[in-house]
């Protein structure tokens, strides 16, 4: 049951990988199941174990997040808050997951790239800098850093607890 306080929505969290968007996605879920609000999480890496030939192409990453998005946008209509967590590098398909859901938004983890890298405790950047990865975001391959976000989020000035507020305030307006 969604409290009358906070309507369905999906909440997409966008950033370089190790910025901090499941993290956040995760402690927001438990903020809002403690105050009995139906949620769902879909994070990019729980997807890509589920569907490993997914590729990483642009037109691939694409296709992959208006997927996403269609899903969001289904389970919202089913009266649940989705915390979408993708590092969706592109902005045609952020634009293309916003179109497919009625309360959208989005929110863009600005953590620095250095500081990504520091927290980066599977080695992808390293792989990626060495060549063993390709069209890694932030290092191979671009990142479109969102012209209007809902929400700006810096996780190196701001806590976790203060970004969750800023969540839930933006969820509760």
Not at 79 to 99: C, D, I, N, T
């Amino acid at each position: 049951m969604v409290s009358s306080k906070i309507q369905p929505a999906v909440v997409w969290f966008t950033g370089l990988s190790g910025s901090g968007k499941s993290t956040l996605a995760e402690k927001v879920e438990h903020a809002l199941k403690m105050r009995g609000v139906d949620t769902e999480i879909l994070d990019g890496d729980r997807v890509r174990a589920v569907f490993p030939s997914i590729g990483f192409s642009l037109e691939e990453r694409n296709a992959h997040i208006r997927r996403m998005g269609f899903m969001a946008g289904l389970l919202e209509k089913h009266g649940v808050v989705v915390l979408a967590s993708f590092v969706s590098p592109y902005a045609e398909a952020r634009q293309a997951a916003r179109w497919q859901c009625r309360n959208f938004i989005e929110v863009y983890l600005s953590t620095p790239l250095a500081e990504c890298e520091r927290r980066d405790v599977k080695g992808l950047y390293g792989k990626a800098r060495r060549g063993e990865i390709s069209n890694f975001t932030g290092v191979s391959d671009p990142y479109e850093v969102p012209e209007n976000p809902d929400l700006v989020i810096d996780t190196t000035a701001m806590s976790v607890e203060e970004s969750v507020a800023l969540v839930l305030g933006r969820l509760q307006s």
